[in-house]
């Protein structure tokens, strides 16, 4: 009953006129993917192409960050409405690279979480252990910690129009994805999470992505677990064929 979401995060990857190329390719690869969302996040100034060679098909179009403020002097930064003016739907929040790489902290991702639900647009709420927490066991610590702080502020309506995406960080361009059994134990806490959280009924309608070199020979021992909902998918989403046949799984 949880329709599967298989998203592609290009990261800073692709022009304007390489989407437009990928596109051409991919839209009739897909074209009778009804079973799953199709989502893709390419980097900002390439959105509007990709809106563009998107409409009406069911692919929808994301960013890969905001700022959480609507509007103001915030040189280099952009806000959840203009996303949605560009014609969005979705966004990420807090990717391992963003709080790695950009500082973004659990606290940022809430109210982030929060100003994207305002202007309409549902944020893909990403939450994941680095390899040093998973080797000394805390995976499920840091997990609840992220869930607590991230997106324990969201009201139970709220919690109800977002994603959340389980990406293993030692797994994410390493080629080292994690075994559907590990992956599916990391969303069981996640929605043992939404459980305390939001109760019976949420937690169960909560879509949760798994991410972390998600390729096509590997995706579907993925989804063939219950627990996992979708995929969020880099280096793999780039190349058309690929990304479908991920799509197609
Ligand atoms: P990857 O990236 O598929 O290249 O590991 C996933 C992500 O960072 O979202």
């Not at 980097?43 to 890969?64: E, H, K, M, N």
């Not at 952009?78 to 990420?92: E, F, K, Q, Y």
């Not at 997106?151 to 990406?167: D, N």
């Not at 309608?205 to 996992?228: C, F, H, T, W």
Request: proline share 4%; glycine share 10%; aromatic share 6%.
């Amino acid at each position: 009953m949880r329709k599967p979401v298989m998203a592609a995060n290009w990261k800073m990857y692709k022009t304007a006129a390489e989407t437009a190329v990928f596109f051409e390719k991919f839209l009739p690869l897909v074209a009778g993917s009804g079973h799953c969302e199709v989502l893709i996040c390419p980097p900002y100034l390439s959105v509007g192409a990709a809106v563009d060679a998107a409409r009406g098909t069911r692919v929808q179009i994301g960013a890969q960050n905001m700022h959480s403020k609507k509007e103001g002097a915030f040189t280099g930064e952009i806000s959840a409405p203009m996303i949605r003016a560009a014609g969005c739907t979705h966004v990420l929040v807090g990717h391992s690279e963003r709080r790695q790489l950009f500082g973004a902290t659990d606290q940022g991702v809430s109210d982030k979480a929060v100003a994207a639900l305002d202007a309409g647009l549902t944020p893909v709420i990403c939450v994941g252990e680095r390899v040093e927490q998973r080797q000394s066991g805390e995976t499920d610590a840091v997990l609840a910690a992220q869930f607590r702080k991230g997106i324990g502020p969201l009201s139970e309506e709220q919690f109800g129009r977002i994603l959340i995406a389980y990406e293993s960080v030692w797994a994410i361009g390493t080629g080292l994805v994690a075994t559907p059994e590990q992956a599916a134990d990391a969303h069981r806490a996640i929605r043992a999470q939404a459980l305390a959280r939001y109760g019976t009924d949420a937690a169960a309608g909560i879509r949760i992505l798994y991410g972390g070199s998600v390729k096509p020979d590997n995706v579907k021992g993925l989804m063939a677990q219950p627990e996992i909902d979708g995929a969020l998918v880099g280096g793999a989403s780039l190349d058309p064929f690929s990304f479908a046949s991920i799509v197609n799984f």
